[in-house]
């Protein structure tokens, strides 16, 4: 028998290229998505674990806050133990111990933070002089971005505060009578994240002690 060979046509040549052309397109496809969908795993991990820290910065400030309100002198401005301000320059204040110190390194425990809100981005402030609070003596730290509202409520010890469920919590600290040595039985941070359901935490404040002389 006569074998009968026949070349590839044109046709069949452009048909095959197409095929091939579709899958590579498909193929791209494919993987573009799936890159894209690693990206946005790896940005919600990396927002979980931003939030996380904030919390876990937030409950160590405010357990460790210590009632004691520096007096105002010449050239030093009062500070109440605790000060909460809502749409202040910080909504959070306040002066905390235990402050870690693993050289050993010359210094107080003390320390001031602070919180603010700053174009949506939450920043906490410190000062390792917890007594100069001016600009040039700042350590900012960038916390968490996309955050549209930080609040801080307080509720005030008893008989004034009740409890947690009956209030009243307050938007300012120190407020009316309350002195400025005095901290609050508990705090409520309210956090509101773009796209996010509003955030709460409920933090107990353990009695703090003053590291001396109080107002």
């Known amino acids: ?43 919600r991990v990396q927002d979980l674990r931003d939030l996380d820290r904030v919390w876990l910065l937030l409950e160590a400030d405010l357990r460790n806050a210590i009632a004691h309100a520096q007096a105002g002198g010449s050239f030093q401005e009062s500070l109440p133990a605790m000060k909460i301000e809502q749409g202040g320059e910080w909504t959070l204040m ?32 410190s000062w390792i002089d917890p007594y100069q609070i001016e600009e040039e003596f700042v350590r900012p730290q960038q916390l968490l971005e996309g955050v549209e509202e930080f609040e801080v409520l307080a509720l005030p010890k008893a008989p004034r505060g009740r409890s947690v469920k009956e209030g009243p919590w307050l938007d300012a600290w120190p407020e009316g009578q309350i002195p400025a040595n005095e901290l609050p039985q508990a705090v409520e941070i309210i956090l509101r994240l773009k796209g996010e359901r509003e955030l709460k935490r409920l933090i107990a404040l353990a009695p703090g002690s003053s590291p001396g002389a109080q107002n």
């Open 1 to 43: 028998m006569q074998n009968k060979q026949r070349g590839i046509t044109l046709l069949e040549l452009l048909i095959a290229a197409a095929i091939l052309a579709s899958i590579l397109v498909v193929a791209e496809q494919a993987i573009s998505t799936s890159n894209k969908s690693a990206e946005v795993a790896a940005k």
């Open 94 to 125: 306040l002066l905390r111990g235990g402050q870690a110190n693993p050289l050993l390194l010359p210094r107080s425990e003390l320390l001031r933070v602070a919180y603010r809100l700053e174009e949506e981005v939450l920043w906490r402030d």
